[in-house]
């Protein structure tokens, strides 16, 4: 079943405004929650991750809410840009567990 | 910076086929996986190793093979091609579960 959950599964937004990008997951031992972003034709990078000892996690534009109490987290992404225009994928794992759990993909599109 | 390479970046194969896809890390990384990425299911885990002679089953194993013969490299074996194993592939490797994963730039396999 799939473990982590995104939404929505694709999400247009003005430049200048704030894109939010959800993600819920269903094992309360995941403790570290990545989220990777994957431009077209490139593989999927790093671009920022939260563990559970804080409930938020900022940089630059783009920010972390974790939500430990109902499994949910949020990327926000203010001021959005053309070039923010990618795929994000949440992704979860504990610290003693096997490998990352990935969602299906929240596809921005950022319109000039 | 961590380096995964895979090869080939694209292989047409025909259905009841041998198809090998190969990887190489250079970050001396313990863990390498193997994903694959399709339309509306996000990254799946197929085979995963921890070290040198060790292969794991992911999430979705069926029809995949996977051979870690050194730590630098872990290959991924379709016996008998079928067109459902049509999809993109991509190799990472990790430290550990709960840090970065490093992915490939992918391989496109079409099963024809």
């Known amino acids: 079943q799939q473990q982590v959950r995104q939404s929505p599964q694709s999400l247009t937004v003005w430049e200048g405004e704030t894109a939010i990008l959800n993600c819920s997951y269903e094992?309360?031992?995941?403790?570290?929650f990545p989220w990777y972003w994957q431009f077209p034709r490139e593989s999927p990078a790093l671009l920022i991750a939260i563990r559970p000892v804080s409930n938020k996690k900022e940089d630059g534009r783009f920010t972390i809410f974790f939500n430990k109490r109902e499994k949910k987290l949020s990327l926000h992404i203010t001021d959005s840009q053309p070039g923010d225009s990618a795929t994000y994928f949440c992704a979860a794992s504990a610290n003693s567990g096997t490998y990352q759990r990935f969602g299906t993909g929240t596809k921005l599109q950022v319109v000039p | 910076e961590a380096a995964v390479t895979q090869s080939p970046r694209n292989k047409v194969a025909v259905t009841g086929g041998k198809v090998t896809l190969s990887c190489n890390q250079t970050?001396?990384?313990?863990?390498m996986y193997w994903y694959r990425q399709d339309t509306g299911h996000g990254l799946r885990l197929i085979h995963y190793?921890?070290?040198?002679?060790?292969?794991e089953k992911g999430d979705i194993p069926d029809g995949y093979k996977a051979s870690r013969p050194s730590q630098e490299n872990f290959s991924l074996i379709l016996e008998l091609a079928t067109p459902s194993q049509t999809s993109v592939y991509f190799c990472?490797?990790?430290?550990?579960?709960?840090?970065?994963?490093?992915f490939g730039k992918g391989t496109r396999l079409t099963v024809v």
């Open positions: 094992d309360s031992t995941f403790d570290y």
């Open positions: 970050n001396n990384h313990n863990n």
């Open positions: 190793s921890y070290g040198a002679g060790s292969t």
């Open positions: 990472a490797s990790g430290d550990v579960p709960n840090t970065e994963v490093f």
